[in-house]
Every structure is written in structure tokens, then in C-alpha cells.
Nanobody
Framework: QVQLQESGGGLVQVGDSLRLSCTLSTRTINSYVGWFRQAPGKERESLAAISWPGTRTTYAGSVKGRFTISRDNVKGMVHLQMNNLKPEDTAVYYC????????????????WGQGTQVTVSS
């Protein structure tokens, strides 16, 4: 069983940048990793996903151009660089992994982290 741990969340101001990290405990090879977020009272929203070893990426339209997903396969980490943050980006951010497909669907992911809070203050 693979475990994922998110880090890098916090309280920032509008227009700031933040980089989230997701560390996989094992089974990094052939992993597809996605980033998602969930705001209070809302459904979990897909943001971005990356293939192994990082040659393909996909983004939700709502964050394309502001968020960038990347991975460091030596360290077993996947990052989400978030720029020009807005109050509506406030949410708990999750990473997840599957070993089948590059996807933005929450239903394709098998293992999830506990999440990290991002709060954007105006």
C-alpha cells in the first residue's frame, strides 16, 4: 500500500505563489499522480495530473496557466506550483495516485493523502 503526504500549504495573500509537495512512500515507478482540492461545502475538484516519468501532464481549465505540476523522481515527489493565488483557491489540497491512466477524474485514483490547507486572504 502506498502512502502519500502533502506539504507546503499555508496562509498567503492574494497574488502570492505557493508550491505544494506530495511525497510517495513507495511505488513511484509507473505512478500517475493527480492534485485535487476541496473547499467547504463543495465537491472535490480536479486540478492537474502527471504521468510517469513526467512526460505528460493535464490540467483543469480553471487553473491552466496559473498552476504547474511537476515531479522529482529521485525524491519520489510531485509538486504543484500555484501562482497568482485568489481567494477562491482557498481549499484543502490533496494528492492521489493510480497506476493505470493519466486522468483528472477522482474515480480513477486509488490512494489519497490527508490533505494540506491553503488559505488565500484578501
Amino acid at each position: 500500500q502506498v502512502q502519500l503526504q502533502e506539504s507546503g500549504g499555508g496562509l498567503v495573500q492574494v497574488g502570492d505563489s505557493l508550491r505544494l509537495s506530495c511525497t510517495l512512500s513507495t511505488r513511484t515507478i509507473n505512478s500517475y499522480v493527480g492534485w485535487f482540492r476541496q473547499a467547504p461545502g463543495k465537491e472535490r475538484e480536479s486540478l492537474a495530473a502527471i504521468s510517469w516519468p513526467g512526460t505528460r501532464t493535464t490540467y483543469a481549465g480553471s487553473v491552466k496557466g496559473r498552476f504547474t505540476i511537476s515531479r522529482d523522481n529521485v525524491k519520489g515527489m510531485v509538486h504543484l506550483q500555484m501562482n497568482n493565488l485568489k481567494p477562491e483557491d482557498t481549499a484543502v489540497y490533496y494528492c492521489a495516485v493510480n497506476y493505470r491512466t493519466l486522468s483528472l477524474s477522482v474515480y480513477d485514483y486509488d490512494f489519497w493523502g490527508q490533505g494540506t490547507q491553503v488559505t488565500v486572504s484578501s
